[in-house]
Structure formats: C-alpha cells, structure tokens
C-alpha cells in the first residue's frame, strides 16, 4: 500500500513539473523584462535567462526596477566629501576647504579619487595687506605681522566671513624739539627712527637724538636738548691789530690787520665764530715787508748789496757790447714789498755795414755787434803791399778802418816749349792763359796744353810734351783682313775686306793714322752670309739640310700626283744673302675652270680658280676657291651668288627733317645718293640745293638731314646697285623767332624813346614787331600767342591793351630807335600818346606767320610810370604757338568793374 501510495505521489509530481517544463519552453522571459534591467544568462547553469535590474536600480527585474538612493549607503564618497544621488547613479564632491585628487570638480571613488586638505595660504595675499596665514584641515586662520595691528576684531580671523583685518602701525606727525630740527625724511609707520639735530647756533649738550615709532603707535624720543653756540674771544696773532665787535655767537666775526711795514702772507684775514663754539683759524700771518731779489733788466749788471727792506737801493749798468739809452738806472724797495720800475734800457752796440775797401773782398759772418771782426783779402790778381787786413766794430757803433793796400799781380813773357808753337794774346795779369800746339807731325803725349798766370805772378808749368805721331799697328776687326803697308806714320792708310762667306755690312772700310797718334774709327762689320729659309713654291716638298750659308742648295719637288713643268727645281744661297730665283710649275690635269652659277673666273692657275659674281648679284654665302686635287677633279668652290633686290619703299617724312625707308637688301650693305631741293613761295629767289651720300645695311635705314625752316622740299633717294628710286615731299615748320636783345627800364614820361638790337634772319620776310600798350592795373593776363590785335580807339578811355605799331622786319636795320606815343601810323596802327597819371607796360611781340603756320614770342620792353605808384613786377618772356598757351601773370592794380566785363584779357603763353 505504502509502495503504492509512493508510486502515485512519483507520477503526480512527474506531471506537474512536465507541464511546468512545457510552460518555459513557450514563454519569452527577455520581453518580459523592466526598462531598467537587463536579460542576462542564468547563471546556475540551467541554460534559462532572467531579468535583472540594471546598476543603480533594485527591484525584481520584470515588473518594477526602482532607483536606488546610493547616497544612503554610509560614507560611499570618503571622507570630507558630499553625495549627490542621481537616477540610477550618484557623484561625489569635496566639501569647502578641500579638493579632489583627479583634479575634477565631480568623482565616483570606484577609481580611487579622496579628497585631501586645500592649503588656502598657497594663495598670495589671502589674509590681506601685513596678514599671516595659518593652514588648517579644511580651513585656514589670519593673524597680523610685526608691525600691523588687527582692527573690527581680534586674532585669529578668517577674512572670509569675519570683518577684521590688518593695518600697518602709523605714529603720526613726529614730536618737535627746541632749537632743534629733523634731519631724516618722515617715516611714520612700525620701527621707523627719526633723527634730529640742532638748528645753526646751537649745540647739542645732551639727551638723545632720535626717536622711534613702537608697537604702541607712538613715537619714543627725542630727549636732546640745545644751546646757543657761544665762541669766546678770538685768537690773537703776533704784529697784527684785531677788528671785533665783541660778539660771540655763531656767525660772529673777527678781521686782523698786520701792523706798519707787515703783510699778511696768509690767504685769510677773517676768523668766524663756528657752530661747534670756536673760532676759525684763518690763514693768516703777519711777516715783514720783503721786495726780494731786485728785478732783471736785459743786457744790464745789478750793482745790490742783497738788503731787500723797505727803502733798499739797486744800481743798474749796461753789459760789455750794450750802451745805456736812458739815465735812471736805480729801483728802490717800496712799502708794498714790490721794487720800483727803474727806467733804464741797454741796447746793443750795432756797427751796420763794414766799409768797402778798394781791390779788395772781405771775409765776414754777417755780425755787426760789439767786436766783430771783419778780415779784408785782395781780389784775385792783386798782391797785398802793405797795412793791415781787420776791421773791428768799436763801443762808438762804428768799424774801425784798415789800412789795407792792394796792387795788381804781373807774370811776364810766359816761357817756350820744344816742338812747338805759342798761341799767346799778349796778356800778363793773373788768370790770363797761353795755349802750345805741337808742330806738323807731332802730338802731346800729355793730358794738359795751357799754362795760366797765377796769383803768385808765375806762369804754371803745363802737361805738355810733343813726340812724333806713330799709330802702331791697325785695330784687328772679327773676319776680315786688313790691307796696309806697315806705315803707322800721320796720315796712313789701313783698308779692310771681309774674309769669303761673310759680307760688309755698314759702311767706312778705311782706317787713318790721326794726330792723336790713334787710327780712325772704322763704320763696318763682317757678318756671316745667311739667306734665311728659302721660298715656298706652290704644290712643292722641299728637300732641305736647314743650312743657309753662302753655297748652300736646296732642291723642290712636286707633291705626289702633280706633274713638274719647269726643268730648274733647285736654289743656292748666293753672296748677297738671297736665294737664287727658282721657278717651279706643278700642274694637276683637271681641264678648264669649272662654273659656278651666276659668277665669273676673276684669276685661274690651272690649279685654283677663284671666282666672283656677276653684276646684279652679290656674295650671299659659300666659298669662292675652286681646287684642282691630286686625282684630276675640280673642288669647285661652294660660293652662291644672289640677285640684288635692292628698293626704296615706304619712304617716310618723320619729325619734318628725318627718313625711313624700307630696303629689302637682306643685310647687303647698299650706297644710297639722296638729293634735296628746297622753294619758298614766299620769297621767290630762294632754293637749297643739296646732295648726300649715305651707305646703311640695315633693312630700315633712318637719314637725318639739316633742312632749313619754312621750305617746301622735294627729296630724292637713288641706290647705286638698282637705280631704283623713290620721292618724297618734306614741308618744315617756322621756328620760335628769336628774343631781340633789349634793355629793360623804367621811366617817367608820357612818350619814350626805347632801343633794341636784333640779328637779321632768312625769315625777315613773313615776320613782324608789334608793339603792346597795356595799361598797369588790376590782376593782367596777357596771351603771347594770341591772333587779336586791338587797335587804340581815342572815343572810349577803356583800361584794355591795345597794339600801337606793327612793324615789317624785312630790310630793318641791326639797331632800332622807337618813341612811344608820337602820334604816327605804323601798319595801320595808330601809335597813341600815353595818358598822364597812369602806368603802362610796353609789350614787345615778334610774330612769324607763313600760311596756316605761326610763331611768336613775347618780352616786356618797359615801363612807363605817370605816377609815384611802386610795383614789383616778375619778367615776362614768353615764347608761344598756336598750339601751346601757358600763363604768366604780371600783377598790377584791379581793373574798374566796367572795363572787367568789356575788355578782353591776355593770357602769355608760357616758354
């Protein structure tokens, strides 16, 4: 029964758990699952999964997962932190005072973060100015230094939320002391030390002289106390007499005065009383009065008995060769210790000149003071017969006179000499000369002929001695031989030829036997025969021992393939130190010269061939040799001749005087005549004339020619090569006329007289003065260039310029005389008086005119002034065209409103 009842629980629980099992197998537990949780593996090994809430959340996972609040957990941040529980999770902060140790403002201390104490004293200035900072566990105190005082409360202090502070220790104004003054700059705060001192007239006795801020903020000391300086009597000083007024104090003075016949040798004569309560030593003594050593004269001898006192005497006189001028030779020693002036002045005794004695020369130094000496000698020729020879300068200023005589030296008949003659002029003084001269067929030996008078009244003996010329044997010259007949005798005759293989060169073969006993120079050489190397033939070897002396051959033969035509091919080198003409012909077979296109044969050997090209072509590249060569063929020369193409197109006018043309000459330098004729229709008799040579290679040459101004041209351009040629017309413009040459003035008159020099020019004919009036006032324009030419109207006063003759310079002479305002028609111009009172510029216009084309230039001739008005006024020199207009403004006084709207103004045109 029991068994059965086992069997039947079995089966009844084994049915329950099977459809327990078919249950899970159908049923999704991981959908199931609570937002917050996550399906995780079982982890018992069963294989199923379950739901679990995820971190931070507690809760069965499937129908709930609350936060949970890990803030309630303990201390789960550390110590000295604060929780903060968020959903699911939580962070961690430091308390004040303390910091964390990742350096995050937030943690979780899963990765090991604590937060440690903050030392705030780190922070400079945390307790504020004369604070002291005093770390604590997450906190920190202040207390005040050395010096500061805590105020609105008391040590220790946290300036965070306590009011206190530290401020520095102030003592206030420091104490004032009598007689007394501060010597040190105010400090007032903590330890500062004043010092003092007394005040000028006073000494310090006792007490202490500083004073010390302390803890207290008050000031401790001074305690000195001051009296007035009081100096006594002062000093007393030997041979000295003291000015004082019996004052004592500070400041008072004392003057000493040296007695009679003293002096103070000291640099003082004061002594003050001190703020130390002495009086000053002065330097100051009282010696007596000493003149010294008397004064030195120049040139002068002291006669002193060396007592210097007062009323001393010093005698003065002159040295040996000085004379006294003046009579007061004393000095006395005066009482201010100096010697008097002595008027006494010694000069030298000076004699001037020596005196000139006759026939005589002196010896002299140049000196003429006291005992100098002067030594008198008679000129050469002359003998001294008596008295005596020096002059000395005396003490009376005067040479003293020798009595020196003088006459004149004689030699006599001068002697004679064997073998030989005298040439004598009779003369016996001294320094006269007789000269000897061998007789014919003798000659001096010696170096001397001349005997001479000398000052001992004896004729010299001179060097002098005649043998009979022998010249000896004829000088040997190098390879030659000499032709003589062994005669060395006046007069002989040595020939020289040159030996075989050398030949004369210079000339003079001839040597005599001269009077000197010496054979004459001979002008010649033998120099060795040598003909150098011989000559090149054409087409030839040269079969040759390089010697080049007299007789020596040298053989030609033709070079391999050429044929000799001549029958002589050798040389000798011939006497005359030339070669023997030699003619050797070595022809190649190669036929006539060959063509070359479009060129001629201008030489032919048979052997070269040289070319040239024919007229109408030129030389454009290539060779113009043709060679016949060792096979019998022509090298013909590689030379192409190209036909001239020469023209003048494009021919251009540029700048009226220059040509550009175009020359199509491909580089080929090419001659071009140009021709030029030049009219005037203005002047009839005129033409230029003119012809010019030019060569250019340029492909556009550029031709400047000097044309003339005002003409009409007809140019002309011509090549030599072509004769092509090409025309052109050419028109020149009018230049600027010149500026004539005037005298600028100023001048007070109704009419004047004014002048100008000007130079005659080709263009007279079509140029023209105008004479401008313009009436000075207001601002003036004047136009140089314009063509308006107002005319003088006597029926209205306008202040307007006007023309006031218009002269033709045609067949003007070089000096002109023209009077403004003297009432004459000059060109249908009426040349007005000036009106008085007013001031005027005369304008003078130059205009050249030819057609269409005009020219002019402008210059202020003068002033006329009808009133005392004084301007200052700029030159006005303008040069014009019709094309260029400048301005040149010449002021003057304002014109009336009137003539402002009626009358015209002139611009000057700028130069």
């Known amino acids: 029964m029991t068994v059965v009842r086992v069997a039947l629980c079995f089966l009844m629980i084994q049915s329950i758990f099977k459809d327990i099992t078919v249950k899970t197998e159908t049923m999704d537990v991981c959908a199931s699952c609570h937002k917050n949780a996550t399906c995780n593996d079982k982890t018992d090994g069963s294989g199923g999964k379950v739901c679990n809430c995820m971190y931070g959340f507690v809760g069965n996972g499937r129908t709930y997962c609350q936060d949970k609040d890990e803030c309630q957990l303990g201390k789960i941040c550390g110590d000295h932190t604060k929780c903060h529980n968020t959903y699911g999770s939580y962070y961690c902060t430091c308390l004040a005072g303390y910091s964390p140790s990742n350096h995050m403002n937030t943690f979780i201390p899963n990765d090991g973060t604590y937060c440690h104490d903050i030392d705030e004293c780190g922070v400079q200035g945390v307790c504020g100015e004369g604070g002291l900072c005093h770390n604590t566990e997450g906190d920190f105190t202040c207390s005040c230094q050395t010096g500061y005082t805590v105020q609105d409360g008391s040590e220790p202090f946290n300036p965070n939320w306590d009011a206190a502070y530290c401020k520095v220790i102030d003592c206030g104004s420091p104490p004032s002391v009598l007689h007394a003054e501060q010597l040190s700059p105010t400090i007032t705060h903590y330890n500062s030390e004043l010092q003092y001192g007394c005040r000028e007239g006073f000494q310090w006795k006792r007490g202490q002289n500083s004073s010390v801020c302390g803890l207290d903020g008050k000031w401790h000391g001074p305690s000195l106390v001051c009296e007035e300086v009081d100096c006594g009597e002062p000093h007393v000083f030997p041979q000295s007499t003291t000015v004082w007024n019996n004052i004592s104090r500070m400041g008072s003075l004392a003057l000493y005065v040296c007695d009679p016949h003293f002096y103070n040798s000291g640099h003082e004569n004061v002594s003050v009383c001190t703020a130390h309560g002495t009086w000053s030593r002065p330097d100051f003594q009282c010696e007596e009065i000493q003149c010294g050593s008397p004064p030195v004269l120049p040139h002068s001898v002291l006669f002193w008995n060396g007592v210097s006192k007062i009323g001393s005497v010093a005698l003065y006189g002159c040295d040996v060769g000085y004379r006294s001028l003046d009579t007061g030779n004393v000095s006395v020693c005066e009482s201010d210790g100096q010697w008097s002036n002595p008027d006494y002045s010694c000069e030298e005794i000076v004699c001037g000149e020596p005196p000139i004695m006759p026939l005589t020369v002196h010896i002299w130094n140049g000196r003429v003071t006291f005992n100098s000496t002067v030594t008198y000698h008679c000129k050469h020729g002359y003998y001294p017969k008596q008295g005596l020879n020096i002059s000395v300068c005396a003490e009376n200023g005067y040479w003293t006179k020798p009595a020196l005589l003088c006459e004149e030296v004689k030699c006599g008949v001068p002697p004679s000499l064997p073998l030989s003659v005298m040439i004598w002029r009779g003369q016996t003084k001294v320094g006269s000369n007789v000269s000897y001269k061998c007789i014919e067929g003798f000659y001096n030996v010696r170096k001397g002929d001349t005997s001479v008078c000398d000052s001992e009244g004896i004729w010299s003996h001179p060097d002098f001695l005649c043998q009979e010329v022998d010249c000896g044997v004829p000088v040997s010259l190098p390879h030659s031989v000499v032709l003589w007949n062994n005669s060395s005798s006046l007069g002989s005759v040595a020939l020289y030829v040159c030996e075989a293989g050398y030949r004369t060169v210079g000339e003079g073969n001839v040597s005599l036997c001269k009077s000197d006993a010496k054979w004459s120079r001979v002008n010649m050489r033998c120099e060795e025969i040598n003909c150098g190397p011989p000559p090149e033939c054409p087409l030839t070897d040269i079969l040759w021992n390089k010697a080049s002396t007299l007789g020596s051959v040298v053989q030609y033969k033709c070079k391999y393939g050429l044929k000799q035509q001549s029958d002589k091919n050798m040389t000798t080198c011939t006497s005359d130190g030339t070669w023997e003409k030699v003619f050797v012909t070595c022809t190649a077979h190669c036929g006539p010269a060959p063509e070359v296109p479009h060129a001629e044969v201008a030489w032919d050997n048979s052997t070269a061939v040289i070319h040239r090209c024919v007229k109408g072509h030129y030389r454009h590249t290539g060779s113009d040799i043709s060679i016949c060569d060792i096979t019998g063929k022509w090298q013909i020369a590689s030379l192409h001749c190209k036909e001239m193409k020469l023209t003048v197109n494009n021919l251009v006018v540029i700048n009226e005087r220059c040509l550009r043309w175009n020359a199509e000459n491909e580089g080929y330098r090419e001659k071009y005549t140009v021709t030029f004729v030049g009219l005037r229709d203005f002047e009839q008799l005129f033409s230029d004339r003119r012809k010019k040579i030019f060569s250019s290679s340029a492909l556009w040459p550029v031709l400047c020619l000097n044309l003339l101004p005002a003409t009409n041209y007809t140019i002309t351009i011509t090549t030599e090569s072509t004769r092509a040629t090409s025309t052109v017309t050419a028109n020149t413009s009018i230049p600027v006329p010149p500026t004539p040459e005037i005298?600028?003035?100023?001048?007070?008159?109704?009419?004047?007289?004014?002048?100008?020099?000007?130079?005659?020019?080709?263009?007279?004919?079509?140029?023209?003065?105008?004479?401008?009036?313009?009436?000075?006032?207001?601002?003036?324009?004047?136009?140089?260039?314009?063509?308006?030419?107002?005319?003088?109207?006597?029926?209205?006063?306008?202040?307007?310029?006007?023309?006031?003759?218009?002269?033709?310079?045609?067949?003007?002479?070089?000096?002109?005389?023209?009077?403004?305002?003297?009432?004459?028609?000059?060109?249908?111009?009426?040349?007005?008086?000036?009106?008085?009172?007013?001031?005027?510029?005369?304008?003078?216009?130059?205009?050249?005119?030819?057609?269409?084309?005009?020219?002019?230039?402008?210059?202020?001739?003068?002033?006329?002034?009808?009133?005392?008005?004084?301007?200052?006024?700029?030159?006005?020199?303008?040069?014009?065209?019709?094309?260029?207009?400048?301005?040149?403004?010449?002021?003057?006084?304002?014109?009336?409103?009137?003539?402002?709207?009626?009358?015209?103004?002139?611009?000057?045109?700028?130069?």
């Not at 314009?786 to 310029?801: E, I, K, T």
């Open 743 to 911: 005298k600028y003035s100023e001048v007070e008159a109704s009419s004047l007289t004014l002048k100008l020099r000007r130079s005659t020019n080709t263009l007279d004919s079509i140029c023209m003065y105008q004479v401008f009036v313009i009436p000075v006032e207001g601002v003036m324009l004047f136009d140089c260039s314009s063509s308006v030419s107002p005319r003088f109207l006597a029926q209205q006063r306008c202040d307007r310029g006007y023309v006031t003759a218009q002269i033709q310079l045609s067949g003007l002479a070089a000096e002109i005389n023209f009077t403004v305002g003297d009432q004459q028609l000059y060109g249908d111009f009426f040349n007005a008086p000036l009106e008085n009172g007013r001031d005027y510029y005369i304008i003078l216009r130059t205009v050249c005119q030819w057609g269409k084309s005009r020219t002019q230039s402008c210059v202020i001739w003068a002033k006329a002034r009808g009133t005392s008005y004084i301007m200052k006024i700029s030159a006005l020199v303008t040069v014009g065209s019709i094309g260029a207009v400048g301005s040149v403004i010449v002021m003057g006084y304002w014109y009336s409103w009137y003539c402002k709207k009626s009358s015209p103004r002139f611009i000057s045109a700028a130069i």
